[in-house]
């Protein structure tokens, strides 16, 4: 009896590790697979006001980015981070950085020219709470005097509204002011939004919203 009791546990161990170990390679496989969206390029000779600047580590951020551009024939700017890159490696990068107080790494542009914008689009993914430290390192490097700014963001279940109040005022430190916060929730990793559906929302927001952010002063 004392020995069948042992087995049991033995076995209820190891499915538990099992379990534990097929979750971390989901987990693992889902994060390094790239979300390509459609392309964007803005229609040229045709001026807008806008310009759309993203990180995103995954293409998810990037499918709303292009999406927010469309709507505008905005310039679209893509951050790169090589720190964060898709691999394992990069992966455990920006879990140790994604905390408050890691806000500068390495990005590429550094700076964007947004004089003749009025309304700057800015997104990247939510890493533990926040945007992701590229987009708090791209408002630290550039001058956001006079910009009506949007931020957007991708993540799978939560953001802390905190964290957010503290962007808007780093964003207000370089001279702009937040407009307004979109964002899309995909879901947990095991029941998500298709790339379909994220590229849809993003399209209604952008539509739902379009007008608003014109007119605001
Ligand atoms: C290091 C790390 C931390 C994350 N932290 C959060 C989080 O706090 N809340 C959340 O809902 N999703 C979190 N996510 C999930 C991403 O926000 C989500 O997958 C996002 O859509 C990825 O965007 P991307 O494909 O543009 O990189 C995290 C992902 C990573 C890699």
């Not at 993540?155 to 808007?168: A, D, G, P, Y």
């Not at 029941?191 to 994220?198: A, M, P």
């Amino acid at each position: 009896m004392k020995k069948n009791k042992k087995m049991i546990f033995i076995i209820a161990v190891c499915f538990v590790a099992v379990a534990a170990i097929a979750a971390f390679i989901f987990v693992q496989i889902k994060d390094q697979t790239y979300f390509h969206s459609p392309p964007y390029a803005p229609v040229p000779d045709k001026e807008s006001a806008a310009l759309v600047v993203y990180y995103s580590r995954s293409g998810n951020t990037e499918a709303m980015a292009r999406e927010v551009a469309r709507k505008f024939n905005a310039d679209i700017v893509k951050i790169e981070a090589l720190k964060y890159s898709l691999d394992f490696q990069g992966w455990r990068n920006a879990g140790s950085d994604a905390d408050d107080k890691v806000t500068t790494v390495q990005i590429t542009p550094e700076t964007v020219d947004m004089e003749k914008y009025q309304l700057v689009f800015i997104g990247s993914p939510i890493w533990w709470y926040r945007p992701a430290p590229p987009l708090w390192t791209f408002v630290a490097k550039n001058d956001f005097t006079e910009k009506k700014v949007v931020l957007f963001n991708t993540f799978n279940s939560k953001f802390k509204s905190e964290e957010i109040e503290l962007f808007r005022k780093e964003i207000e430190k370089k001279g702009g002011r937040l407009i307004d916060h979109i964002f899309v929730r995909r879901g947990r990793v095991y029941y998500q939004k298709s790339g379909e559906e994220l590229i849809e929302e993003s399209r209604e927001i952008a539509e739902a919203k379009m007008k608003e952010w014109i007119d605001a002063k």
